[in-house]
């Protein structure tokens, strides 16, 4: 039997023995409903705000400026319609954002397009960052917010958030940002960074999939996000995902403890995949620069099709993706590769592993030996490699 080695932990990582053992007596004992008053509902309210602050200590934010969400792509939304919305009336038309947001951003904007708003998506280095400069020159007497990722979630580049935030602020325009890929690798500090809202996914810290937050700085105007009971404070009714959220409050916990040591594992496995491939492997290129993410390897290789090398790489136990979980099944090529200025056909040929503190250096070593057979293998099938 093949060794497994899962590598796309950007997509979603699996819940750990501590988030697991902190979620199980919601998922059975304590079932009780958070707004009920008698104990065991009581007990459910205060494991709630308990996760809050949790969550809350780990951005440098308050409890009251958390909301529990479904998934990070609910609070993205949420974040960018709310603001425009409330500030439509003002002359606040005008959002500013990037090329190569995940399309939670992107297709967002596109709707608000479609309603009359007007976006701005600024371009991205060939490293793939966002120049604050361009941030500041997009921003307009119409902006009413600039939404730009933590960290790519394709390349992983950390994008210059601190300097980001102090334009907006001076500017007086809410600054929202997507830390889905960012939250458990870097730390974050919301007042620091100037950081008006931010959005983060607890499945890709070991917690569950369905559960998200949305940070939104105290005073900063919020439209309900489900009208129907007094949960989130009455700004998003429905039963609170009690197990899920007792799972984020902890694995946001877990995530911000030994943060720089972690990473400082990881990366080292990280360099030594990069500098091996870009050694053996022929006709490859690293995409994104040197700020990355600690576990991120984004390589292109020429005259090689993404889906079949995932599918070689699948058979011999190491799970990997072409870009973004979220876009699977599209034939297009990757719009971070694109907006990095790729051609389509170096595009199509790109491979994503992503690493965190579970793998190990045998993982690493075993990647090593299976990746250059397949890609010779692949290779030599293709009509359009010359060798």
Same mark, same amino acid.
């Given at each position: 039997?093949?060794?497994? @080695?899962?590598?796309? &932990? ?8 501590? *988030? ?6 919601y998922?059975?004992?304590n ?7 008698? /104990? ?9 705000? @308990? ?8 951005? &440098? ?9 479904g =998934?990070? %792509?609910?609070?993205? &939304?949420?974040?960018?319609?709310? %603001? @425009?919305?409330?500030l ?5 038309t ?25 976006? +701005?998506? @600024? ?19 119409k ?24 334009? =907006? ?29 931010? /959005? ?19 005073? *900063? ?21 009690l197990? /899920? ?10 995530? +911000?403890t030994?943060?720089?040591?972690? =990473? ?10 990069? !500098? ?14 040197? &700020? ?11 005259? *090689? ?13 190491? =799970? ?6 979220? %876009? ?34 045998? !993982? ?24």
């Amino acid at each position: 039997m093949n060794k497994f @080695v899962y590598a796309d &932990n950007a997509a979603t990582t699996k819940i750990s023995d501590s *988030v697991f053992n902190a979620m199980l007596p919601y998922l059975k004992d304590n079932y009780g409903n958070p707004s009920s008053i008698y /104990s065991i509902g009581r007990d459910a309210r205060k494991a709630i705000e @308990v996760a809050r602050q949790k969550v809350a200590k780990a951005i &440098n934010a308050q409890p009251n400026e958390i909301y529990f969400t479904g =998934c990070g %792509t609910e609070a993205d &939304n949420w974040a960018i319609k709310s %603001t @425009v919305e409330l500030l439509k009336n003002k002359g606040k038309t005008h959002i500013v954002t990037s090329e190569f947001e995940h399309h939670a951003i992107l297709h967002t904007c596109k709707t608000l397009e479609k309603q009359g708003f007007q976006v +701005t998506y @600024v371009p991205v280095s060939e490293e793939g960052y966002v120049s604050p400069k361009h941030i500041e020159e997009a921003i307009t007497d119409k902006t009413a917010i600039v939404s730009i990722m933590y960290a790519n979630n394709e390349i992983g580049t950390i994008q210059p958030i601190k300097e980001i935030g102090d334009i =907006c602020r001076r500017k007086g325009v809410l600054f929202h940002t997507d830390a889905v890929q960012a939250v458990g690798n870097v730390p974050i500090d919301v007042v620091d960074e100037k950081i008006d809202m931010l /959005s983060l996914s607890g499945h890709k810290i070991h917690a569950p999939k369905g559960i998200g937050v949305l940070y939104v700085k105290r005073g *900063v105007p919020l439209m309900n996000f489900i009208d129907g009971g007094a949960q989130e404070r009455n700004r998003r009714g429905g039963t609170e995902n009690l197990a /899920s959220i007792v799972g984020l409050g902890q694995a946001m916990e877990d995530a +911000t403890t030994g943060l720089e040591e972690r =990473c400082a594992k990881v990366s080292k496995m990280r360099d030594r995949l990069i !500098d091996s491939i870009l050694t053996t492997i022929p006709k490859c290129r690293l995409n994104g620069g040197k &700020n990355r993410l600690c576990g991120n390897v984004n390589i292109s290789f020429e005259a *090689v099709e993404g889906e079949a090398l995932l599918l070689r790489l699948d058979m011999q136990g190491i =799970c990997g993706s072409s870009g973004s979980a979220c %876009t699977s099944g599209a034939l297009d090529p990757s719009h971070v590769l694109m907006a990095i200025g790729l051609p389509h056909e170096i595009a199509h040929g790109s491979l994503r592993l992503s690493l965190n503190e579970y793998n190990t250096d045998e !993982d690493v070593d075993y990647i090593l030996e299976v990746l250059p057979k397949v890609i010779t293998t692949l290779r030599a099938m293709s009509p359009i490699w010359k060798g």
